[in-house]
């Protein structure tokens, strides 16, 4: 069998498998919709202690009902397959995710609306519970206190080894992010992990010369 023979052979399976009818065409969607409502109410539960973006959460579903229309679209034909690429790789996408977290519910949505637009429902279920699962194992297990960031401002230039005196008391894991001193003042900035957050800023705060004192939490990037 020849190059060719078997190029042909691939063309015309790929057309009988498009030759759907509209029923069949309407339980795609349906089955599809149910699985981008099950993303949607799983995102919102995930998201409810953080940032909830609801346009987000209603694009996702509505990315995996169209990517499940494209998918049968080019089913139909080499040509308009071909054509569809040549298309979407003309499309930027230029909106910033916030959380990383989030690029996994755009491919998931992605990925659900692919398989079902061929036809693997079950693929999608078991996806589906095994991103499920994931997600929320992962979510529950233990992590380290969360890191703080330490805002003093003192009216001395030399209050430095005081301030680090007394935060290393409380806590060995810390570092200086900042420091600005001048003549007549002293401003110092401090990524820690502590417990006793009231404790620490109480001493402190009876340190002579220290004007402002405050302590946050900090969710982003850290050092150590």
């Not at 499940?68 to 040509?79: C, G, L």
């Not at 061929?118 to 380290?144: H, M, Q, W």
């Not at 890191?147 to 301030?163: F, H, R, S, V």
Request: proline share 2%; with cysteine; hydrophobic share 50%.
């Amino acid at each position: 069998m020849s190059f060719n023979d078997i190029f042909k052979n691939s063309f015309m399976n790929t057309v009988s498998m498009a030759d759907l009818s509209v029923s069949q065409i309407l339980t795609i969607f349906g089955i599809t919709l149910l699985f981008a409502l099950y993303i949607f109410f799983v995102y919102r539960i995930f998201t409810r202690k953080t940032f909830y973006n609801k346009s987000y959460n209603t694009a996702l579903s509505a990315i995996a009902l169209i990517t499940a229309a494209v998918i049968i679209t080019i089913q139909s034909s080499i040509v308009v397959s071909l054509g569809m690429v040549g298309a979407l790789s003309i499309v930027r996408f230029r909106t910033a995710v916030k959380d990383p977290l989030d690029l996994v519910f755009m491919f998931w949505a992605l990925a659900t609306g692919i398989i079902c637009g061929v036809g693997l429902f079950d693929v999608a279920a078991i996806l589906s519970i095994a991103v499920t699962g994931t997600i929320f194992l992962l979510d529950r297990l233990p992590v380290a206190h969360s890191p703080m960031i330490l805002m003093i401002q003192g009216i001395y230039c030399d209050m430095e080894n005081a301030i680090i005196g007394i935060v290393s008391q409380y806590t060995k894991a810390y570092r200086v992010k900042s420091r600005n001193i001048t003549p007549d003042r002293t401003s110092i900035v401090i990524e820690l992990r502590v417990k006793d957050g009231g404790g620490l800023i109480q001493t402190l705060g009876g340190i002579e010369g220290i004007e402002y004192v405050s302590i946050i939490d900090h969710d982003g990037e850290v050092t150590f």
